[in-house]
Nanobody, 114 residues
């Protein structure tokens, strides 16, 4: 089982990134997919989630209207479009696959700074 995140980087406030998470080794379309983030000294928090078919999404209040989660089950990939970035969005972003068990990626760093 592998979850490999990519797309992180250094961006100025107000900028955008598109995070990707490529999955392999399990039946991707059967799993709820989530993005979490963890800032230095803080607990990991749920940012966004999407149902297995992609018909339902949910977001943390802090990112509503700025972040969009989507998935492509044909490509076994989940995305997180992050817009209007703020310094407080700086964190390591983790991809999570959830069903009866959880799988995690290694994370991708997002740094928002001028």
């Amino acid at each position: 089982v592998q979850l490999v995140e990519s797309g992180g980087g250094l961006v100025q406030p107000g900028g955008s990134l598109r995070l990707s998470c490529a999955a392999s080794g399990f039946t991707f379309s059967n799993y709820v997919m989530r993005w979490y983030r963890q800032a230095p000294g803080k607990e990991r928090e749920l940012v966004a989630g999407i149902s297995s078919a992609g018909s339902s999404t949910n977001y943390a209040d802090s990112v509503k209207g700025r972040f969009t989660i989507s998935r492509d089950n044909a490509k076994n990939t989940v995305y997180l479009q992050v817009n209007s970035l703020k310094p407080e969005d700086t964190a390591v972003y983790y991809c999570n696959a959830h069903r009866s068990i959880d799988y995690w990626g290694q994370g991708t760093q997002v740094t928002v700074s001028s």
